[in-house]
Each structure stands twice: as C-alpha cells, then as structure tokens.
C-alpha cells in the first residue's frame, strides 16, 4: 500500500523557520518526482516544488523562491521542505505528492500556521 | 506561467444528471493536463492524467478530453459521494498550476 506521512507542521511566527518532512512506502520512492503542494484555509490547490527523482532538477514556485528548499533521500525514501523566512500568506496544509508526470500519490497534509 | 481557468466556479446538480467541467489554458499544453477530485479535509485524488486516461481504480462515469487550450471533466451519472471540488491541473510545463477549483454541490 503506498503511503505518504507529512511531519513538522506547526505555529511559527513571521519570519520563522519550519522543516516538513514526508516518509514514502510501499511504491519505488527513488522513481518518481516528488512535489509539495500547498492549500490555504478555504482556498484552492497551489504548487510549491518538484524534485526530480535522481535529485538532478528542482523547481519552485515563485512565490517561495529563494525562501523554501526542497530535497530529497533515496536511501531513506523521504522528503523534505525547508521553510525560511516565513510570511502569513504561506499559512496553508502541505501535501506531500508522488508521480511520474502528474502527483499520483498523496499525503494526507500538515498544516503549517504562520502567526504572531 | 500558465494560467489556467476552470469553469463554472460552482454547480448544483442532483443525483444522476451529466455533469460536465471546462478548463481552459492560457496557451497550448499539448494533453498535458490531469483532473482531481477533493473532499472537505482530505488530500487531492487524481482521477484523470493525459487529459482523457482514466487513473486505475476510478469509476468509469468520469471522463476527460480534450486537447491545446480546452479540456473538459464529464461525469456521466453524478453519485452521492461525487460531491466535491474538482481541480485541473496542467503538467506541460514549470510552473505547475492548478485551476481554480469547481465545487459541485447537491441540488
């Protein structure tokens, strides 16, 4: 059964720091894209990052470049997202998301709540 | 980027009518777009990948096509538990972009 755990949310304040952290089983981990998509309180769906399978291509989108990090451990089929500095606007659940072209897989979401 | 523009914003329709959903790019993304389904408080399902193949497990009342600048999401016989929002989602390119998102609620 695939599965896809998301880890690290919380409350952190303007200008903070926050690491997620996504744990994959039951499908080849090292063979897919993986991607963070994000969702705000009662908005609709946003991309945030890929990373190719062999870690070679990343993307973001603009709205976090330069703040946000995306990486990845075959060995330890997991994926990170390193969040620096923070701003109310990236309140929002964030979904781990595996596929081949498309996220196939997904994760149930940590929320992630940017507030003084 | 790409933009891309889902209509209606929201429907009402009731159990057993045609439901169709339009998404429109804002330049040509081959077939390159899936559709999601997504229910209140859970994660984003695919249902619909290369804008007209069905993703293993999905009942077969959905369907896509389309292809360039205009895809649709038809689902033949609404049934209860299809009420939800659906997304597109182009895939021709960085940055990915979602539409806005349809909400089908019952009649």
């Known amino acids: 059964e695939v599965q896809l755990v998301e880890s690290g949310g919380g409350l952190v304040q303007p200008g903070g720091s926050l690491r997620l952290s996504c744990a994959a089983s039951g499908f080849a981990f090292s063979s897919y894209y993986m991607n963070w998509v994000r969702q705000a309180p009662g908005k609709g769906l946003e991309w945030v990052s890929s990373?190719?399978?062999?870690?070679?291509?990343?993307y973001y989108a603009d709205s976090v470049k330069g703040r946000f990090t995306i990486s990845r451990d075959n060995a330890k089929n997991s994926l990170s997202l390193q969040m620096k500095s923070l701003r109310d606007e990236d309140t929002a659940v964030y979904y781990c998301?595996?596929?081949?072209?498309?996220?196939?897989?997904w994760g149930q979401g940590t929320l992630v709540t940017v507030s003084s | 980027a790409i933009q891309m523009t889902q209509s209606p914003s929201s429907l009402s329709a009731s159990v057993g009518d045609r439901v169709t959903i339009t998404c429109r790019a804002s330049?040509?993304?081959?077939?390159?777009l899936g559709w999601y389904q997504q229910k209140p408080g859970k994660a984003p399902k695919l249902l619909i990948y290369?804008?007209?193949s069905l993703q293993s497990g999905v009942p077969s009342r959905f369907s896509g096509s389309g292809s360039g600048t205009y895809f649709t999401l038809t689902i033949s016989s609404l049934q209860p538990e299809d009420f939800a929002t659906y997304y597109c989602?182009?895939?021709?390119?960085?940055?990915?972009?979602f539409g806005q998102g349809t909400k089908v609620e019952i009649k």
């Open positions: 290369a804008a007209s």
């Open positions: 989602l182009q895939d021709y390119n960085y940055p990915r972009t």
């Open positions: 990373i190719s399978s062999s870690d070679t291509t990343i």
């Open positions: 330049q040509g993304i081959r077939s390159d």
């Open positions: 998301a595996a596929g081949r072209l498309l996220p196939a897989f």
